[in-house]
Structures are given as C-alpha cells and as structure tokens.
C-alpha cells in the first residue's frame, strides 16, 4: 500500500523478491504532471507491485514524469514500460551512456572476459551471463531518456527539485533535494542499515574516491527529511555520511593488509580473505551474484589504494594479481 509522507508525496514500496536489498523506495509526487522516482526491476513482482499502489493513487501515467537516480535495474527496470508518449524519463547523460552500452552483448562478453582475468572461472561466468540482474532486469532500450545534469530544477506538485551530481555509486549518479522543504531524495547514495555498494566501473578510474567526493558533498546539506531507495531506515544526514566514510577507510586499511600479507592475490581471492557482513560460512558458500557484488567492491578499494601509490596491479599468467608497494621514504636531514 502507498504511504503519504508528505503534501504531494508518497512512498511505493517495491519487493525485490530473493535479492538481499529486500525493497525498493520509489517515490511519487502527485500534481497537475506527476513525477515518478524509479521503478524497480523489469520482473513480475515488481511490475504487479507498482501497477497495484498507481491503481490505488489514482495515477494517470499519461501525465506521469519518470526520475531515474541512476541506471541500476532495480531502479531503471519498469522505467520504459511505465513511459507513455508525451512523457519523459530523466537520467544523467553519464548513466544514460552506460544503460545503452550494456544494452549490447559485446559488452557483457568484454565484461565476463575481464572478470576471468581478475579471478573468477569461465564456469562462474557463464552461469552469471543468464542471471545478472543488470542485464536481465534492465529496461528496454529506448531514445527518450532525457538527460539531466547537476544543479537542473524540476518543479512538480510544489516541489522544486535540485538535480545534486553524486557519482561513486554509478557514474551519472543524482540525488533530488528541495532545499525550502529540507528534502533530499538520496538514490543509494546514502543508505541506513546496509551500506550502498560501490565497484569498478570502466568510466571511473577511481570509483571510491568519487563516491567519497560526493558524500562530502551532500554532507552538510540542511535536509530534515532523507528519502533513501532501500530499507525503511533513515536519519541523520551528516551523521550517516560520517558513518559511511568512515567505514570505507576501515576497509581500505582491510584490502591494504590482505595484499600486503597475500602478495599475487586475483581481486577474487582478495575479495575472498576480506570481511563482509553475510550469513555465510565462508566464501565458497557465497551466492555467485553477491561473489561478483564482492569482488566489484573489492576492485573499487584496489584501485583508489593505486591511485593513491599504495599497491600496484600486474598480469600473471593472464590474471590480473596485486602487490603492496614499499611505503616511499622520508627525506633524511642534511649533515653539518
């Protein structure tokens, strides 16, 4: 059932049925146009879920905007199926070029090529090529994305909507924030109770330094009211984001310590040493989709640690192994 948060606004809650993020947070706001903020995967459940709460609003999707926080398939899924004509679907141009490019097999045959090279089996592979999300839950891809760029206004049901660039999560990554009502609509940028996951994209050299550079970026924002994607939980901004950096730097320190004392480790078997929050027993007993979530986490921290000169990445025997790089040395004073 839709919940009213506030004047114009509800929340729709969406099940991601046998995925751990358990839900997704789409929101609505009602007016002569209404504006749609994601949508949920491209499968049944999700589908029936959203039609059921717009059936119970009343909402005419022939005057019903869409607003993609970024290009994920839980979130972009049922974005070309809910389109009517007339309306638009809004996305960064940054994310707009990604959801297009894995739109073609070349680029997941490239990606699983790469994947092998940093560790995973061509049976692991040809497994996740039938059940990735984000390809078989993606929209349809179409030309009507229009595209949005950072500090771009929408103005529906009386709000006024700053578009905030936060890239780290996706490329193209964009918050909403309606700064006379203290409203930020946060995507999974920031996230309570679970963490948003952060990996390697091809696009961003340094996937986690960005997602840092833009949690400080929204950090001191006036918001009494955070919307994230996922969860019921939500708080206090600042307080969150501290959190949230904070956390990323232990793990940095964690993927440090693993290459430094597993030296010519894959991204997978580093991904496989580290520690996460999964009822699991070990890394065999992973799920193969949170495997691939996990070594794309554990590649963010690898390259923001060699950008930073920290460890460095070469090719064994057609995979991808890291090493610690000696810590540089501090100029010696000069003698009298």
């Known amino acids: 059932m839709a919940e009213k948060i506030a004047e114009n606004l509800y929340r729709l809650d969406i099940p991601l049925v046998g995925n751990p993020l358990k839900n997704l947070n789409s929101y609505l706001i009602t007016g002569e146009r209404n504006l749609l903020i994601d949508t949920g995967f491209r499968e049944e459940p999700c589908r029936q ?138 995507g999974d940028h920031v996230l309570f109770h679970i963490t948003p996951n952060i990996c390697r994209w091809e696009s961003m050299p340094d996937a986690l330094g960005s997602y840092l550079d833009s949690l400080a970026r929204v950090r001191d924002l006036p918001v009494e009211l955070l919307l994230p994607a996922h969860r019921s939980e939500t708080g206090d901004l600042r307080a969150r984001v501290n959190e949230l950096t904070a956390h990323h730097h232990r793990r940095l320190e964690d993927t440090f310590s693993v290459v430094q004392g597993h030296p010519g480790l894959t991204a997978y078997q580093i991904a496989g040493v580290m520690r996460w929050q999964i009822r699991c027993r070990s890394w065999e007993d992973f799920p193969l989709t949170q495997k691939f979530f996990a070594v794309g986490e554990a590649m963010s921290h690898l390259d923001y640690l060699r950008c930073r000169g920290r460890i460095e990445m070469t090719e064994q025997n057609g995979k991808l192994v890291w090493h610690a790089l000696p810590a540089p040395q501090e100029p010696s004073g000069s003698q009298a």
């Not at 717009?54 to 398939?73: A, F, K, N, P």
């Open 49 to 186: 879920a959203m039609e059921r709460q717009l059936r119970e609003l009343r909402v005419d999707l022939g005057r019903t905007d869409i607003y993609l926080t970024h290009l994920h398939s839980d979130h972009s899924g049922l974005s070309t199926e809910l389109h009517r004509p007339g309306c638009r679907i809004f996305l960064s141009r940054e994310d707009r070029e990604e959801l297009v490019e894995r739109g073609d097999d070349d680029f997941w045959r490239l990606r699983n090529e790469q994947s092998i090279r940093d560790g995973f089996s061509r049976e692991e592979m040809d497994v996740l090529w039938g059940s990735n999300p984000a390809r078989e839950m993606a929209p349809q891809i179409a030309d009507h994305y229009d595209c949005l760029a950072d500090g771009e206004v929408l103005e529906y049901g009386g709000w006024r909507l700053r578009c905030i660039f936060t890239p780290g999560h996706s490329p193209g990554h964009m918050c909403l924030y309606d700064k006379d009502r203290k409203t930020l609509f946060a």
